[in-house]
Every structure is written in structure tokens, then in C-alpha cells.
């Protein structure tokens, strides 16, 4: 029983925490901007591979900077401390749609899932986009969620 209602506050917690970010993103989706949210720790070569991956241009996205103070500052208490490190790797993209729903695509996380980003951006209102949650190199995933 204990086990059950510590996930759920964790998941609770993960889903305020998705609102939160999409709340921060709010003004992108209502034109469709394309919208990308890079780890500062990445080197140049490492943004650089992201944003190849993602297939994009840094001119033509939104680009948005997450650091790890601002994990901490959202995910203390939800994600562990090894979750959370003390540098942040994981990027995002999120390209709105006019249908389809919300699908995810994952690369190189250790902890984050595509279930959980797609439950938390639907929970949080979301409800067609294409994202791509990726780290060049292994990363919990935690950086997206600002």
C-alpha cells in the first residue's frame, strides 16, 4: 500500500511539474513555433548533434536553456538526487500538430520515458504534437521538464 501511494504522489508530482513546463511554452504553441529545450552543460559539438538529431536549425525554433538549478527548483523531492546530478544534458523538441495526438520519441535517457513525457503533456492540456526527448550522451531526462 505504502509503495502505491508514494508512486502516485511521485506521478502527481511529475504531471504538475510537465503543466509546469507547458505553461512556460503556452505562448509557443498558440502559433505553433517549434520548440526546442537544450541541457547549458552540453558542449557546442554535443548542441550541435542534438539539434542534427532533432533535425533542425537553431534559427528556426525556439530555443530554450535549462539548467540544473531550475531541475532542482521543480523536482526536488520527486526525482532522487542521482536523477537530478548536478549538470544538464537532456534536450527536448516539441513540434505542435493539428492532429495525430501526442507522440514521443526517446533516445539515450536512463530514467525519463515516453509514456511519461506523452501522460504529462496530455494531462497538462496538450493535445497533438510530435517530441523528441534526447541527451547526446546518457542522461536522466529530468532537464526537459522546466
Given at each position: 500500500?505504502?509503495?502505491?501511494?508514494?508512486?502516485k504522489?511521485?506521478?502527481?508530482?511529475?504531471i504538475?511539474?510537465g503543466a509546469?513546463f507547458?505553461?512556460?511554452?503556452?505562448?509557443?504553441?498558440a502559433?505553433?513555433?517549434r520548440?526546442?529545450?537544450?541541457?547549458?552543460?552540453?558542449?557546442p559539438?554535443?548542441k550541435?548533434?542534438?539539434?542534427?538529431?532533432?533535425?533542425v536549425n537553431?534559427n528556426?525554433v525556439?530555443?530554450i536553456s535549462?539548467?540544473?538549478q531550475?531541475e532542482?527548483?521543480?523536482?526536488?523531492?520527486i526525482?532522487?538526487?542521482a536523477q537530478?546530478g548536478?549538470?544538464t544534458?537532456s534536450c527536448?523538441y516539441?513540434q505542435p500538430?493539428?492532429?495525430g495526438?501526442?507522440?514521443?520519441k526517446?533516445?539515450?535517457?536512463?530514467?525519463?520515458t515516453?509514456?511519461?513525457?506523452?501522460?504529462?503533456?496530455?494531462?497538462a492540456?496538450l493535445?497533438?504534437?510530435d517530441v523528441?526527448?534526447?541527451?547526446?550522451?546518457?542522461?536522466?531526462?529530468?532537464g526537459?521538464?522546466?
Amino acid at each position: 500500500m505504502k509503495f502505491n501511494m508514494k508512486f502516485k504522489n511521485k506521478a502527481v508530482s511529475l504531471i504538475m511539474c510537465g503543466a509546469l513546463f507547458l505553461s512556460n511554452l503556452t505562448f509557443v504553441f498558440a502559433d505553433s513555433t517549434r520548440v526546442v529545450t537544450i541541457g547549458v552543460n552540453n558542449s557546442p559539438q554535443q548542441k550541435e548533434t542534438i539539434l542534427k538529431y532533432f533535425g533542425v536549425n537553431e534559427n528556426e525554433v525556439e530555443v530554450i536553456s535549462v539548467n540544473n538549478q531550475e531541475e532542482r527548483q521543480y523536482l526536488e523531492g520527486i526525482a532522487t538526487e542521482a536523477q537530478i546530478g548536478t549538470k544538464t544534458y537532456s534536450c527536448a523538441y516539441v513540434q505542435p500538430t493539428s492532429s495525430g495526438g501526442i507522440n514521443v520519441k526517446t533516445a539515450n535517457l536512463t530514467w525519463l520515458t515516453s509514456a511519461t513525457v506523452a501522460s504529462t503533456l496530455t494531462t497538462a492540456g496538450l493535445k497533438n504534437a510530435d517530441v523528441v526527448v534526447a541527451s547526446a550522451i546518457p542522461a536522466s531526462g529530468t532537464g526537459i521538464f522546466i
